[in-house]
């Protein structure tokens, strides 16, 4: 059974014979889907997991694409539903984007922002001026998260100074967002306005590229990181590229047959019900020969195109961990996907386990 994770080529679930919050020194956490709901409120079982995990020295950093707040407007909410934080916990694509400008452009320059508050506050920070106008003589244009109430003539102001040629950042380029209400229009789907009306490509610092992970790694002094997320492209695909291990829950936007399909650098090291995943041990995947794998008392093989699944009771009363069934599961399809994304017929298995 590892100790850490099992690298970047991977084929099945890792192991752990500690708990998460002891292998690893620090959990960074992504907050929708992980932490709390769209709508704000703490998801089941979190606030008590990561009291437990900090307790047992474990440090927690909150790591989230969202340009929008200010990290002490993170912080207070999540000290609102139960979990205490202060700015220096929270880690924002806006901080990664403005790092990115000020190691390119003069100190003291003028960067136009399209966007709101956390933008101009990170700025700041790293001394640069936020400006409003592309007549205020900017250096560089900004771009990240600016709410659903963002008008669209901040979208023309961009076009008109990337037009210009002036370079152009962008916080992150996540198409969507999730909200109380539903699913919105993320960054992403402005950044693709602007491209458009411009032709032009923006340096992107948000997950899951290398500038927010140089960021979180430089504000928190991780040093054996875990990243935990719920977001396969974003949070996962960003500890591939970061070289670290990652816990996916699934208690957000990712279910147990997406996973399933995931392509290798979408591939988490481990998966859990929710974050009672940090203080647990995780399970090996044994490999049970002729093309099956076995977690727990689940059977995972792959027959005609479709990925079959046996459970066996360890005793009297016993009762077979779901999870456990798609760690199973994840090993027989990522082996046979290879480097591919998985095309196998999974409804028939996920019925059983009740997903």
């Known amino acids: ?13 890792g192991g752990s014979a500690r708990a998460l919050s002891e292998a690893y020194d620090t959990a960074l956490l ?3 889907g992980v932490v709390y709901y769209a709508g704000g409120d703490a998801i089941p079982y979190a606030v008590e997991a990561l009291e437990a995990a900090r307790s047992g020295g474990m440090h927690l950093a909150y790591v989230t694409n969202n340009a929008l707040r200010t990290p002490d407007a993170v912080a207070q909410h999540l000290t609102r539903i139960g979990v205490p934080a202060a700015a220096d916990d929270v880690i924002t694509s806006a901080q990664a984007v403005a790092r990115l400008i000020a190691d390119e452009v003069p100190p003291g320059s003028r960067v136009l922002v399209i966007g709101g508050e956390g933008l101009r506050v990170a700025l700041r920070e790293r001394g640069l001026v936020p ?3 592309a007549d205020d003589d900017p250096v560089a244009v900004v771009q990240g998260y600016g709410g659903p109430e963002l008008p669209w003539g901040r979208l023309a102001e961009a076009s008109y100074a990337v037009g210009r040629g002036l370079p152009w950042y962008a916080s992150n380029t996540d198409l969507t967002i999730p909200s109380a209400r539903g699913i919105g229009p993320g960054n992403g789907a402005a950044v693709e306005v602007v491209r458009i009306a411009t032709g032009a490509e923006p340096k992107v610092a948000g997950k899951p590229l290398p500038p927010m992970h140089r960021e979180t790694v430089l504000r928190t002094g991780a040093e054996r990181p875990l ?5 396969l492209d974003t949070d996962i695909e960003g500890a591939f590229n970061g070289d670290v291990d990652s816990l996916l829950v699934l208690t957000g936007v990712t279910d147990a047959a997406r996973l399933l399909a995931a392509v290798p650098e979408h591939r988490p090291t481990y998966v859990a019900a929710d974050l009672r995943g940090l203080l647990a041990a995780q399970p090996e995947v044994v490999d049970a020969g002729d093309g099956a794998f076995r977690c727990g008392g689940w059977t995972a093989s792959v027959s005609g195109g479709a990925l079959l699944l046996d459970g066996t ?4 009363g016993d009762a077979l961990d779901p ?3 798609v760690r199973a599961l994840c090993a027989a399809a990522w082996t046979d996907a290879g480097e591919g994304a998985c095309g196998l017929d999974a409804g028939k298995a996920l019925e059983r386990l009740g997903l």
Request: hydrophobic share 25%; net charge negative.
């Open 227 to 231: 990243v935990v997320g719920d977001r």
């Open 30 to 32: 992504d907050l929708d």
């Open 323 to 325: 999870v456990d069934g």
């Open 1 to 13: 059974m590892t100790e850490i994770g099992q690298g970047r080529g991977r084929k099945r679930p």
């Open 313 to 316: 009771r360890g005793g009297e």
């Open 131 to 133: 400006v409003e106008s």
